[in-house]
């Protein structure tokens, strides 16, 4: 079916006067208003004293960590920090897979800089192999202890190694869709309106990953992009899914309509659910943030709406529990309605 033969679908700093300061403050800070040192016989001078004498806790310096690299400061949030077995493993396997080449299969070829491993990962299986592929191709290996990579991490579950990689690099909107549709007669894109949580869009990208989808569509604004923390929860998933950062959402849906795409947003209130869709030939999936679902805008400019339906007393799904199972449905109809077909 054609879409045209669809129907439409400072603060204020405190100031202390010193005319005006108590004796206690006086004496605690080790000086009088003119200047002279307390009194010996004074109970407070021992205090006064103490506070002029140097800290051995303040004065010692910070003693560095044990690879000797303190200027690495990342953030647990950093665009080029991965973290976990799985995405560390994804990214040393396309790594030393494919040694940089172009990405026309769709893979997202990040260059490695450096690597942090403890010492047991370090030499157990595939890890010993890949960590000796990618110190060939000029990465920097660093054996430390579990402390130092939770500093690395700011406390995430490292699962004993990390590493520094090139940040992921987006895809333009039309490079996106050209892919897609190379990959498949019938592509499945993703769009995510307005995600704020990490975990939600990582576990998105992994079941669309999964189940099959050939990509994904995120705003700039407002929304999460791709962190350490959605490398992590997506385990490895990134390293083969495109995803495309949009200034504005709902123009880019209005490009995905003009190539062919129909446009289908999940609501809580929507009369039809997913089961009674026809979810065939290119479409569009849209999820809505958390808390909020999707803005009115973005409704506007979908062809359909649909819900999932509940029977429980809960209302709604989280958004990356709602992406898998409408995600399912598209590939159930896929893989049920062509063994009918046979069946007949």
């Known amino acids: 079916m054609n879409r045209d033969d669809h129907p439409k679908r400072a603060g204020k700093s405190n100031r202390t006067d010193q005319s005006n300061r108590s004796e206690y403050a006086d004496r605690n800070a080790?000086?009088?208003?003119?200047?002279?040192?307390p009194n010996p016989s004074d109970r407070y001078s021992r205090r006064g004293?103490?506070?002029?004498?140097?800290?051995?806790?303040?004065?010692?310096p910070e003693q560095a960590p044990s690879d000797g690299f303190e200027s690495d400061a990342f953030e647990a949030e950093s665009p080029d920090l991965i973290y976990g077995r799985h995405a560390v493993r994804a990214v040393l396997e396309g790594d030393a897979a494919n040694l940089g080449q172009g990405d026309a299969d769709g893979h997202n070829n990040r260059s490695i800089n450096r690597i942090w491993v403890i010492a047991r990962l370090r030499h157990e299986p595939p890890f010993q192999a890949l960590l000796q592929e990618a110190k060939n191709g000029g990465a920097i290996i660093t054996e430390v202890d579990a402390q130092r990579l939770g500093q690395l991490t700011q406390g995430a579950n490292h699962q004993g190694i990390a590493a520094?990689?090139?940040?992921?690099?987006y895809l333009e909107l039309a490079d996106l869709i050209a892919q897609a549709k190379a990959l498949s007669d019938q592509p499945v894109i993703l769009a995510?309106?307005?995600l704020t949580d990490p975990h939600n869009l990582g576990a998105i990208i992994r079941s669309a990953e999964a189940i099959g989808a050939q990509g994904l569509v995120i705003p700039q604004r407002r929304a999460v992009g791709v962190t350490s923390t959605v490398m992590k929860v997506a385990a490895g998933a990134l390293e083969s899914f495109r995803i495309s950062r949009v200034i504005n959402l709902n123009q880019a849906l209005a490009q995905l309509k003009t190539e062919g795409f129909w446009v289908y947003g999940?609501?809580?209130?929507?009369?039809?659910?997913?089961?009674?869709?026809?979810?065939a030939g290119p479409i569009v999936l849209v999820i809505g943030a958390?808390?909020?679902?999707?803005?009115?805008?973005?409704?506007?400019h979908c062809d359909a709406l649909m819900s999932i339906p509940l029977v429980g007393k809960t209302r709604s799904l989280n958004a990356s529990v709602a992406a898998g199972m409408v995600l399912y449905e598209v590939f159930r109809q896929r893989w049920v309605q062509p063994q009918e077909q046979t069946a007949k």
Request: proline share 4%; net charge negative.
């Open 30 to 37: 080790g000086r009088s208003e003119g200047g002279d040192r």
């Open 49 to 60: 004293n103490r506070a002029e004498r140097p800290s051995s806790r303040t004065e010692r």
């Open 164 to 169: 520094q990689v090139a940040p992921y690099e």
């Open 192 to 194: 995510a309106d307005g």
């Open 266 to 279: 999940t609501a809580e209130d929507a009369t039809q659910s997913v089961q009674q869709t026809a979810l």
């Open 290 to 300: 958390e808390g909020t679902g999707l803005s009115s805008l973005t409704r506007k």
